[in-house]
C-alpha cells in the first residue's frame, strides 16, 4: 500500500446519470476526505469521516451527494442527477489524526468528472 | 466565514530568482499546512507549521508562521525549473477536526 488509490482515474456522463467514485485511502490513516477542485481553484471540502463515521458534511453540498465509509476501509462518493455544474476534480485525501494533533494529508490522482 | 486568501495569484520568474507566496487567515488559525501541485497532478504535502512565529526550512524552501497565527508565507531561494506548479496553504481553525481550507492558490512559473 504505497498510497491513496482513485478510481475511475475519469469519467464522463450525461446530464442526469448518477456517477460513483472509489477510494482506498492508507491502511494505517483513519481519516478519509473528499474534496472538489475546479480549474485554477484550491480544493473546496466536501465531507469527511473518521473511521466510518461521516463527521462533517459541507453546507455547500446539496442532497445529490452522498458518501459512505462501510467498515471504515474505501470509501464511495455518489452524485444523483448528475449536473454541468458537477463537472470537476473529485479528490480523495487521507490522513491521521491522533490526540496530539493532526498531519499532513496524502491526497490521491484523483476523478476528474465531465457531465455532458 | 472561515477563508485563506494567498497573492499573488500567479508569479513568472527567470530561474535563480526567489519566489514568495503570502497567505493570509480572517481569523486565527490553529495551524497551517502547504502543499505543492504539478501540472495536472495532485497536492502532496509540503509542511505543517503550528507553533506562533514559527519558521521551518527545507532546503531552498523557507516557510513562516505569523506570530497571531493569521498568516504565513512560502519563500522559495534561488528557483529552479522544478518548482513549477501552484503552491496551496491551507489553514486549520479551532475546533474542526482535521478539515483543511485550502487558500486560493499561487501558480509559479519558471523559465531559463
Known amino acids: 500500500d504505497t498510497g491513496v488509490s482513485q478510481d475511475p482515474r475519469h469519467k464522463i456522463t450525461k446530464r442526469g446519470q448518477n456517477v460513483t467514485f472509489r477510494c482506498d485511502p492508507i491502511?494505517?490513516?483513519?481519516?478519509l476526505y473528499w474534496y472538489r477542485q475546479t480549474l485554477g481553484q484550491g480544493p473546496e471540502f466536501l465531507t469527511y469521516?473518521?473511521?466510518?463515521?461521516?463527521?462533517?458534511k459541507s453546507r455547500l453540498l446539496s442532497d445529490r451527494f452522498s458518501a459512505e465509509r462501510p467498515k471504515g476501509s474505501f470509501s464511495t462518493l455518489e452524485i444523483q442527477r448528475t449536473e454541468q455544474g458537477d463537472s470537476a476534480m473529485y479528490l480523495c485525501?487521507?490522513?491521521?489524526?491522533?490526540?496530539?494533533?493532526?498531519?499532513?494529508?496524502?491526497f490521491g490522482s484523483g476523478t476528474r468528472l465531465t457531465v455532458v | 466565514g472561515q477563508q485563506v486568501m494567498q497573492i499573488p495569484q500567479y508569479q513568472h520568474v527567470q530561474e535563480g530568482e526567489d519566489f514568495t507566496t503570502y497567505c493570509n487567515s480572517s481569523?486565527?488559525?490553529?495551524?497551517i499546512q502547504w502543499y505543492k501541485q504539478r501540472p495536472g497532478g495532485h497536492p502532496v504535502f509540503l509542511i505543517q507549521l503550528v507553533k506562533s512565529g514559527e519558521v521551518k526550512k527545507q532546503k531552498r524552501l523557507t516557510f513562516q508562521f505569523g506570530e497571531a497565527k493569521k498568516n504565513s508565507s512560502l519563500h522559495i531561494t534561488a528557483t529552479q525549473t522544478t518548482d513549477v506548479g501552484t503552491y496551496f496553504c491551507?489553514?486549520?481553525?479551532?475546533?474542526?477536526?482535521?478539515?483543511?481550507?485550502f487558500g486560493t492558490g499561487t501558480r509559479l512559473q519558471v523559465t531559463l
Open positions: 485525501a487521507s490522513s491521521l489524526a491522533r490526540a496530539g494533533g493532526s498531519y499532513g494529508y496524502t
Open positions: 481569523t486565527t488559525l490553529s495551524n
Open positions: 491502511s494505517e490513516h483513519n481519516r
Open positions: 469521516f473518521q473511521n466510518e463515521a461521516q463527521l462533517e
Open positions: 491551507a489553514g486549520l481553525y479551532t475546533g474542526t477536526a482535521s478539515k483543511l481550507t
